[in-house]
C-alpha cells in the first residue's frame, strides 16, 4: 500500500508537470528517485532548470523552505536556474524563488541593464 503522502506529492508533480508541459511545451515529466543525496529536482523538461514542488498543508512553510531546496538540487544539476512550484488549498498554484533565484532569472534573461 502507497504512503498517502507519497501519492500525494506523486500526483502534485504529475500536475506540475502537465501545467508546465501546457504552458511551456517543452515536454516537462517527473524526474524518478527524487529525494537522493544528489537529488537534482522533482521535474525534468525546462531546459538549464530545476523545479522542485510542495503539495503542503502548510504552504507558508513550504514557501520557507522548498526554495532553499531546490538551490541545492540546482547545485547538484549544475543549472543554471531554479524555481520551486507550490500547490496552494484549492489547488490553485505559486512558482517562488529566493531573490537570488529571480535576480538570475533577469539578468540571464539579457534585458537591458
Known amino acids: 500500500m502507497t504512503n498517502p ?13 502537465a501545467l508546465l508541459d501546457d504552458l511551456l511545451g517543452y515536454g516537462v515529466r517527473r524526474k524518478l528517485g527524487a529525494g537522493r543525496q544528489d537529488d537534482t529536482g522533482d521535474l525534468d523538461g525546462v531546459p538549464d532548470t530545476v523545479v522542485q514542488v510542495a503539495d503542503w498543508t502548510d504552504a507558508l512553510r513550504a514557501v520557507r523552505e ?17 524555481f520551486t512550484m ?18 538570475t532569472y533577469v539578468r540571464e534573461s539579457g534585458g537591458p541593464r
Do not use: H, S, Y
Not at 68 to 82: H, I, K, P, V, Y
Not at 86 to 103: D, F, K, S
Open 66 to 82: 522548498k526554495p532553499l531546496g531546490a538551490e541545492d538540487q540546482r547545485l547538484n544539476a549544475g543549472a543554471t536556474f531554479a
Open 5 to 17: 503522502q507519497k501519492a500525494k506529492g506523486d500526483r502534485a508533480e504529475r500536475e506540475a508537470a
Open 86 to 103: 507550490i500547490r496552494l488549498r484549492g489547488g490553485a498554484w505559486r512558482c517562488v524563488l529566493t531573490p537570488e533565484q529571480m535576480a
